[in-house]
């Protein structure tokens, strides 16, 4: 696999992350910064690295499969794992400027 086109799986999975909602934040998943790092191998094979705001999430197991299962329907992307990671923690810098718009914080 070239360099552009993992760089276009790439855009492809932040687009569909940014389908992800926690149920009780209405923020996607990318922008409240909850994705740390995607990573698109040559083989096709994605490793993303995700947090939550709160290590007791209640819907942790929901999410990391909607998000799982909706990466693994892009062309191109053989299988998903998704690593729950909670260094470093989670802080609302980490937000987009539009994120924090729409929760109220700007």
Known sequence: MTQEEKTLIEERIVDVLRTVFDPEIPVNIYDLGLIYKIDVKDDGNVDIDM??????????????????QKVDTI???KSTM???VFEPAWDKSMMSEEARVELGLD
């Open 51 to 68: 947090t939550f705001t709160a290590p007791t999430c209640p819907a942790a197991d929901f999410i990391l499969e909607d998000v799982r």
């Open 75 to 77: 062309q191109g992307v």
């Open 82 to 84: 998704v690593n729950l």
